[in-house]
């Protein structure tokens, strides 16, 4: 399952060159306390806020996507913060799963691979829990960004937030 986002078909690109006058644009606008909030504290999440806010997006369609999945996910906050939440400690724990000095060896390889599958499973398990307690969890969610109709946007789980309307 791919979880797209940004984009309908692809995933966000991390690496696509920004804007000659990035730094400019930060300091003058004063972006870096927007990236901030919007980041809480999380490095990640303000390199991402980062990149999406400096990169331009001229597509109309695309730009209504985004703002269908906003709005789905505003709506089931949540159950996003639950699967973020997931996926970061899966992330962390997997470096944290000792590979020793012979960790090109197959039975090395092959040992880090099942440790590594059993902390995913119990961790997707975890993002399952998150969706199925959620009462009406948006398909779009359900399937990660995959196509989906429009969603009615609104005020969604974040005070003083509200989605514009894309129809």
């Known amino acids: 399952m791919k979880a797209f986002l940004m984009y309908s ?14 730094l400019e644009l930060t300091e003058d606008l004063g972006l870096g ?5 919007m980041a809480c504290g999380d490095d990640f999440l303000f ?6 806010v400096l990169s331009s ?12 999945i906003l709005a789905d996910c505003l709506e089931q906050a949540s159950a996003v913060r639950q699967m973020y939440d997931a996926a970061a400690e899966a992330v962390a724990c997997s ?24 902390l995913f499973v119990g961790i997707l398990t975890e993002c399952c829990s998150a969706l199925s307690s959620e009462k009406e969890t948006k398909r ?11 969603s009615p946007a ?3 789980g974040f005070p003083g937030t509200t989605v514009p309307r894309t129809s």
């Open 140 to 150: 779009s969610i359900m399937s990660c960004g995959s196509r989906h109709e429009k």
């Open 47 to 52: 390199e991402v806020a980062r990149r999406a």
């Open 95 to 118: 470096k944290k799963i000792y590979r020793g000095i012979f960790s090109q060896s197959p039975d090395s390889t092959l040992r880090w691979s099942v440790e590594a599958m059993q």
């Open 154 to 156: 609104g005020s969604g």
């Open 33 to 37: 306390t927007l990236f901030g909030a």
């Open 57 to 68: 997006l001229h597509d109309t369609e695309a730009i209504g996507y985004r703002q269908r």
């Open 9 to 22: 078909g692809r995933d966000f690109d991390m690496e696509e060159e920004l804007p000659a006058n990035e």
